[in-house]
């Protein structure tokens, strides 16, 4: 019974063999020759495949600047903005102003305001806002008659005339075309 089994395992094992040495020899190369073509074609396939990669990683660094760049904090514009009003009526439109800006901006807005003549006259204002001493001026408009005589009346309207035709002889007959002319 021992030596059945012996037979059988050394007949299985001879077969195998006999089955794989075939098998072997045919997925290798023949030749030399025929292996330094395989080779070639490998290497080719691999120069390729290499190429891909590349082309990839420099897709994968673009995408990764883009990233960066969206993550990067946006730039604050720092806006300066003088006000004659620190208090009164007139004076609460300006934080109104203010606060609605940099709501607006989502926070790319950062709005600084100094009241008075903080850093100039108010007479000299509008010269210090051409200049870009400010980025923008809050005020009550007859403090820039020297400089728009006119301003002082547009200021006071409605309650300076009734109707359209007050408006009219205002302008035609009691000189404010004359002044607005200046």
């Not at 008075?116 to 210090?128: F, K, R, S, Y």
């Not at 809050?138 to 728009?148: F, L, R, S």
């Not at 002082?152 to 002319?181: C, H, I, K």
Request: charged share 25%; net charge negative.
């Amino acid at each position: 019974m021992k030596r059945k089994r012996l037979l059988t395992l050394l007949g299985s094992v001879c077969l195998a063999v006999m089955l794989l040495i075939p098998l072997a020899v045919s997925c290798g190369p023949a030749t030399p020759e025929e292996a330094a073509e395989e080779i070639a074609a490998l290497e080719s396939k691999l120069a390729a495949e290499k190429s891909k990669v590349s082309s990839l990683q420099g897709d994968v660094s673009d995408l990764e600047a883009e990233i960066a760049a969206l993550r990067a904090p946006a730039e604050v514009i720092k806006i300066l903005v003088n006000s004659t009003c620190p208090g009164g009526w007139y004076a609460d439109y300006g934080p109104y102003l203010i606060e609605n800006l940099e709501a607006g901006s989502g926070g790319r807005m950062e709005v600084e305001v100094v009241y008075g003549e903080a850093i100039v006259p108010t007479e000299e204002q509008l010269d210090a806002l051409r200049d870009g001493t400010f980025d923008m001026i809050y005020g009550y408009t007859p403090y820039y008659k020297t400089k728009i005589p006119f301003i002082q009346v547009q200021d006071f309207l409605p309650f300076t005339v009734r109707n359209g035709r007050d408006v009219w002889s205002l302008y035609n007959e009691r000189g404010w075309g004359e002044l607005a002319d200046r």
